[in-house]
Nanobody, 128 residues
Framework: QLQLVESGGGLVQPGGSLRLSCAASGFTLDSYAIGWFRQAPGKEREGVSCINNSDGSAYYADSVKGRFTISRDNAKITVYLQMNSLRPEDTAVYYC?????????????????????WGQGTQVTVSS
């Protein structure tokens, strides 16, 4: 059974950094694409970044380009989201989700409706 568990959230000051981890079990990463999503209070869940694990192609939302980096460790069956230069508007619960591999993910993006098998989420709060 495919399961995802997020970790690494916390409280950080504006301009700071965090690294989120999405640990997978029940499948091999190469067969799937993994995405990071976030949901702030009163807002819809939005795609932040996603990666097609078989070839490493990745998509980033405009709001995080140049600040966030997605990566994967196939041996550890884990996908990471390195978040730098954090802003108060990055505050949200961050989730990871999975879908079947998608080599065109860079063009198709990270719509939440295309992903499933959600983890429980990890809270990221950016505040001084």
């Amino acid at each position: 059974q495919l399961q995802l568990v997020e970790s690494g959230g916390g409280l950080v000051q504006p301009g700071g950094s965090l690294r989120l981890s999405c640990a997978a079990s029940g499948f091999t990463l190469d067969s799937y694409a993994i995405g990071w999503f976030r949901q702030a209070p009163g807002k819809e869940r939005e795609g932040v970044s996603c990666i097609n694990n078989s070839d490493g192609s990745a998509y980033y939302a405009d709001s995080v380009k140049g600040r966030f980096t997605i990566s994967r460790d196939n041996a550890k069956i884990t996908v990471y989201l390195q978040m730098n230069s954090l802003r108060p508007e990055d505050t949200a619960v961050y989730y990871c989700g999975a879908r079947a591999r998608d080599p065109l993910i860079r063009l198709r993006g990270c719509s939440p409706g295309r992903f499933g098998s959600w983890g429980q989420g990890t809270q990221v709060t950016v505040s001084s």
